[in-house]
């Protein structure tokens, strides 16, 4: 079975411009979770989707968006980019994703690496 | 507002020595869980382990074994005669009960095994 995808893989732009990030969710999961990994820290929470939903939002200005389309795949977006946005970006999937439903064990995909320019 | 510390940034050991990666962590729900994930050099955080609050016992798997203190807010990840593919980034998280998907990560602690 296939895990949690994501593309691009790398990808490199430059100050100012936007990017989209994508992520596909185990066959199943109805939940993706977006983190942002800066190199040498440990990953932050951005957003949570369930169910086409946003569940859940992290500390992130509001050039982040993301949304879940109905096959339960996600984008997200980041508009006007700053150097510091250059991190690796990954995205987790769960087969729930309400809030009282605990906290789930999330499968996470080997993530896009953004540099910025 | 929740924390996960990770003090120890590297670990260095030579294969078939025991090494304990250490977590403490900070939050003020009395219902919370707490997980273990390892991040090999492709990039994927792959899950090791999840204990809720209300469970103190150690667990063991294989050469991993876990300790969970709540006494002193801690949550330490020992690995039994380590070997060479146990070499990647240990990063230790909390989420609470509400919080759905949302960690709370450490810094991480990366472990070199040497051959």
């Known amino acids: 079975d296939a895990g949690v995808t994501q593309s691009p893989t790398h990808l490199i732009k430059t100050r100012g411009q936007h990017v989209t990030l994508r992520c596909s969710p185990i066959s199943g999961h109805k939940s993706v979770s977006w983190y942002q990994q800066v190199l040498g820290q440990g990953p932050q929470f951005i957003f949570q989707y369930y169910e086409k939903e946003e569940r859940g939002r992290g500390n992130f200005p509001d050039r982040f968006s993301a949304r879940q389309f109905p096959n339960y795949s996600s984008e997200l977006n980041v508009n006007a980019l700053l150097l510091g946005d250059s991190a690796l970006y990954l995205c987790?999937?769960?087969?729930?994703?309400?809030?009282?439903?605990?906290?789930?064990?999330?499968?996470f995909g080997a993530g896009s690496r953004l540099t910025v320019l | 507002a929740q924390k996960v510390t990770q003090a120890q940034t590297e670990i260095s050991v030579v294969e078939k020595e025991d090494v304990t990666l250490d977590c403490v962590y900070e939050?003020?729900?009395?219902?919370?869980?707490l997980f273990w994930y390892k991040q090999p050099p492709s990039g994927e955080l792959v899950f090791l382990i999840r204990?809720?609050?209300?469970?103190?016992q150690n667990e063991i798997s294989g050469r991993y074994s876990w300790n969970f203190q709540k006494s002193t807010s801690s949550f330490n990840f020992t690995i039994t005669a380590s070997q060479v593919v146990d070499s990647a980034v240990y990063f230790c998280a909390l989420s609470g009960y509400n919080a759905g998907n949302m960690l709370t990560f450490g810094g991480g602690t990366r472990l070199m095994v040497k051959p």
């Open positions: 939050t003020r729900d009395t219902t919370y869980y």
């Open positions: 987790a999937s769960s087969l729930h994703g309400t809030a009282d439903s605990g906290a789930n064990v999330l499968t």
């Open positions: 204990r809720n609050s209300f469970d103190e």
